[in-house]
Nanobody, 126 residues
Framework: VQLQASGGGLVQAGGSLRLSCAAS????????SGWFRQAPGKEREFVAA????????YYADSVKGRFTISRDNAMNTVYLQMNTLKPEDTAVYYC????????????????????WGKGTLVTVSS
């Protein structure tokens, strides 16, 4: 099983980035998925999550209204569109997946995730 995150980079404050996470080795449509991040010197935190059906999403308050999570099950990929980026969004972003027996289940935290990707670095300059 592999979750490969990509799309990170350096961007100025106010800019946008789109992260992608491609899954392999699992039937991705059976997994809810989420994005998490870890800033330097801080613990990893929840960012956003999406149900396996894509019918439900959930966001951390800090990114609500600026970030959008989506998925394409045919492409085995989950996305994170990040707009109006702030320096405090600087972090390594990780994607994760959890087997979901309820098509509308949305994980609200990082506990219980089955698989994790290696992360992609997002740096937002002021």
């Amino acid at each position: 099983v592999q979750l490969q995150a990509s799309g990170g980079g350096l961007v100025q404050a106010g800019g946008s980035l789109r992260l992608s996470c491609a899954a392999s080795g699992i039937t991705f449509s059976l997994y809810a998925s989420g994005w998490f991040r870890q800033a330097p010197g801080k613990e990893r935190e929840f960012v956003a999550a999406i149900s396996r059906s894509a019918g439900r999403t959930y966001y951390a308050d800090s990114v609500k209204g600026r970030f959008t999570i989506s998925r394409d099950n045919a492409m085995n990929t989950v996305y994170l569109q990040m707009n109006t980026l702030k320096p405090e969004d600087t972090a390594v972003y990780y994607c994760a997946a959890v087997r979901s027996y309820n098509r509308d289940y949305v994980p609200g935290g990082q506990g219980g995730m089955d698989y994790w990707g290696k992360g992609t670095l997002v740096t937002v300059s002021s």
